[in-house]
């Protein structure tokens, strides 16, 4: 009579290596579903900054505050680069970590004046750019002068 108990080696084999592909498999789900999550946290935390920053300018054009020596020593934007900070009259946002602002355009201005004597428009233009973002994400606001 043969013993039929227990498994051969080679279904162990088969068994283990099945698994091993099973598992590789559902870690490589789980690290891009967490990718996903932090470039989207990331993405929200800057569109949530760029709402106040928005409603900052919004709020100090309400109160009579001048934008038309925009760009210059008086205007009361300035963005600073290097310390990831944009500051609207005396309050001071900073983009979120892993972040950076540069200019919509390459080369281009972060303020563009088109006010003549009291008509026209003065545009606020820039974009977060991160590893976690394919073409970075843009902030625009235009304000009547």
Known sequence: MKNNQGFTVVELLASFT????????????????????????????????NALIARAINDA?????????????????????????VRVNNQTFKVPNDTSISALEEGGSFINNQCNSGNGFISFNYKVVSSDFRDGIPFNLVLNC
């Open 61 to 85: 054009a309400e109160n009579g505050i001048n934008f038309a020596d925009c760009p210059g020593e008086t205007c009361p934007i300035t963005i600073d680069q290097s310390s990831q900070i």
């Open 18 to 49: 099945l698994m091993m592909v099973v598992t590789m498999f559902l870690f490589e789900v789980v690290m891009e579903l967490k990718n996903i999550y932090v470039s989207s946290s990331l993405e929200t935390s800057v569109k949530n900054e």
